[in-house]
């Protein structure tokens, strides 16, 4: 089991950046393809980024050009900056661990209109 806790989320107008942080205990971290994943209410949780063992990352079309994954193998970190953010990216946001399945218990990201 990982246990993974994100941080970062918050309000900001529509526009603005954040970025948040997905930190991994244990040692397995850099075995392990990693995504965010977020959840808008009344919706299904949507897929935003992944990022493989490697470092190559893949983004749907909705976040593609605006949101950059990355992750710091030796600090067990894994980050999304988020830029130029609209009202419909308002949900909360997930890490999670694509070798162990866990999920991080989510940080809420409020845009402002």
């Known amino acids: 089991q990982v246990v993974l806790m994100e941080s970062g989320g918050g309000l900001v107008q529509a526009g603005g950046s954040l970025r948040l942080s997905c930190a991994a205990s244990?040692?397995?971290?850099?075995?392990?393809?990693m995504a965010w994943y977020r959840q808008a209410p009344g919706k299904e949780r949507e897929l935003i980024a992944t990022?493989?063992?490697?470092?190559?990352?893949s983004y749907p079309a909705s976040v593609k050009g605006r949101f950059t994954i990355a992750r710091d193998n030796a600090k067990n970190m894994m980050c999304l900056q988020m830029n130029n953010l609209k009202p419909e990216d308002t949900a909360v946001y997930y890490c999670?661990?694509?070798?162990?399945?866990?999920w991080g218990q989510g940080t809420q990201v409020t845009v402002s209109s």
């Open positions: 999670r661990s694509l070798r162990s399945g866990d």
């Open positions: 244990g040692n397995s971290f850099s075995l392990s393809a």
């Open positions: 990022i493989s063992i490697g470092g190559d990352r």
